[in-house]
């Protein structure tokens, strides 16, 4: 190691890593350095305040956006500080992680242990570098989730993915789960320009970069509203059924509401998107079309082999049993 630079380490040694990773930087700042007279004598902060005008001079400040300059002169100026505020980084990372998809460190994209750790370490350095507030933090988690096809089963995700499935079979359409769960991803995502597309290599900077947008739950609704029109536009009105508040479902409740009666179900669990177009629809196209009504959702229950499990099969045949004991004068 120089003479200037063991000298300049005794008063900033926490500029070790920086001019390490920074060689033209460490270059600029020991042409400084070995003109400085008499730096043992010098005040600190003046001589702090005339390293920083150098530092400020350089290719490396003006290339360099400012959250990445602020990451990196934290870090060689409090090494300490920057100790505890990525322990506090890493925190926020795995309770986010947990908050958005029940993720934590047993199944956190599979990772296990010190590799879920380390993954933590990567996204607490990340947020700091690049001045990510806990929304964009947040996205990030969100995005390498949904790369990495770890499906959640509680948290904010996973409860918006059972909004959307639920929308979904309101309109009486079917959506790939895959899409319903990148959906719920972005919703819960501010969006943002991340780099390091491969999940397989994060700790590595490829200079990668890929746009992870946002959506709303009415883009979501919109998205499903339009299928539903394909779907059954030349039914009804699609559209108009929304702005009034209604779904493809409510103009079909008399067509539930009788399979319910006559099978005893539950009319909200009847799914109808699991449903033959032929049993929804009537008539033909150009003749008229229409959605199936009370006495078509009776004629398909009774086609059903539960149906003869049902209170309603049972009393119809001991009423006929009694009918033709009548009959025959067995009464």
């Known amino acids: 190691m120089a003479e200037w630079l063991k000298d300049f380490l005794s008063k900033f040694p926490g500029w070790k890593l920086l001019l390490n990773e920074q060689p033209a930087l460490q270059e600029l700042i020991g042409n400084w350095y070995k003109d400085v007279q008499d730096a043992d004598k010098q005040d600190y902060a003046t001589l702090y305040q005339n390293l920083m005008g ?48 029940g993720w934590d460190n047993s199944s956190f994209y599979g990772l296990q242990g010190s590799q879920y750790r380390d993954y933590m370490g990567h996204l607490a350095k990340e947020k700091e570098l690049n001045g990510w507030s806990a929304e964009q933090l947040a996205s990030r988690i969100s995005r ?30 079917n959506m790939p789960k895959a899409k319903i769960r990148e959906f719920a991803h972005r919703v819960n995502s501010v969006g943002g320009m991340f780099g390091d597309d491969d999940p397989t290599t994060f700790h590595k900077d490829e200079s990668k970069k890929m746009m992870f947008s946002t959506m709303s739950m009415e883009d979501v609704k919109s ?17 108009g059924l929304v702005a009034r508040g209604l779904t493809v479902s409510d103009s079909l409740q008399d067509f539930t509401g009788e399979i319910s009666k006559f099978l005893e179900l539950d009319p909200h669990r009847i799914d109808l998107s699991g449903f033959k177009w032929d049993d929804l629809v009537k008539g033909t196209d150009p003749d008229g079309l229409r959605f199936a009504n009370a006495q078509d959702g009776e004629t398909f229950a009774k086609r059903q082999s539960m149906y003869q499990m049902s209170d309603d099969f049972r009393g119809s045949v001991r009423s006929l049993s009694g009918a033709v004991a009548q009959m025959f004068g067995n009464r």
């Open 54 to 101: 150098v530092v400020e001079s350089s290719e490396w400040w003006q290339t360099n956006a400012e959250p990445i300059r602020d990451f990196h002169l934290f870090k060689a100026k409090d090494p300490a500080s920057f100790a505890e505020q990525m322990k506090i980084n890493n925190g926020d990372a795995q309770q986010t992680a947990f908050s958005l998809g």
């Open 144 to 173: 390498d989730a949904m790369q990495l096809e770890n499906t959640p089963q509680s948290g904010k995700i996973f409860d918006t993915m059972e909004s959307i499935e639920a929308y979904a079979r309101a309109m009486v359409v």
């Open 223 to 239: 998205f499903i509203n339009g299928l539903a029109e394909t779907k059954f536009g030349k039914v009804t009105d699609v559209n």
